[in-house]
């Protein structure tokens, strides 16, 4: 009887937290409660209540490295246009790596402009990545087995953004592309077709 009561309680906690706290070990715990509690709902209460929690929720995305092959273990990924997004970093290789997304078309200026200015006197404090209008989000430097959280408030213009280690060197071997899409339901349905 009280499924639902303590269903709105985990909403409201949820929707009380700025979206770059959804992902906290508190938000998390409540998560788990709500995911234990839904299976007790009604089908329409389980509705409702999947519907309020999809608007509330930012997707964790976890990207890592692949030891000795200088690449991301995820090279392409969807998100919803418009909608926040946190990317869990993980650094498994025994060399360091970064993290920036940057503007469609971008990459390679991006990743020529880290190259020119590695050697900087503030390259290592920037965490090699370079001053530019066109990175949207980056992450610091992650030493081998460093680990880091990137919240990311997702354009609204769909299309293809990359995604780039800029540490010197790098660039030229170690992305992926983000794809920014107006339906993700569509897009998992058949990404191909979409």
């Not at 946190?86 to 390679?108: C, R, W």
């Not at 209008?133 to 769909?158: H, W, Y």
Request: hydrophobic share 40%.
């Amino acid at each position: 009887d009280q499924a639902g009561t303590i269903g709105e309680a985990v909403l409201s906690l949820l929707a009380s937290k700025e979206p770059h706290e959804r992902n906290s070990p508190q938000a998390r715990v409540a998560l788990d409660i709500g995911s234990i509690l839904r299976r007790r709902l009604g089908a329409a209460g389980r509705r409702r209540f999947d519907a309020r929690l999809a608007e509330l929720v930012v997707p964790l995305i976890k990207i890592g490295t692949v030891p000795a092959r200088m690449i991301y273990d995820n090279e392409t990924i969807a998100v919803q246009a418009g909608r926040p997004v946190e990317f869990a970093l993980s650094n498994a290789d025994k060399m360091p790596h970064n993290f920036a997304i940057v503007l469609p078309g971008t990459m390679e200026e991006v990743g020529e402009l880290a190259e020119a200015t590695g050697r900087d006197k503030d390259a290592a404090a920037r965490s090699f990545i370079p001053k530019s209008t066109n990175i949207l989000a980056a992450s610091r430097l992650l030493q081998p087995g460093q680990s880091d959280s990137v919240f990311f408030a997702v354009p609204t213009e769909p299309g293809v953004y990359p995604y780039v280690c800029t540490y010197p060197g790098h660039w030229r071997r170690m992305y992926g592309a983000m794809y920014v899409v107006a339906d993700l339901d569509a897009y998992n349905a058949d990404s191909a077709g979409y």
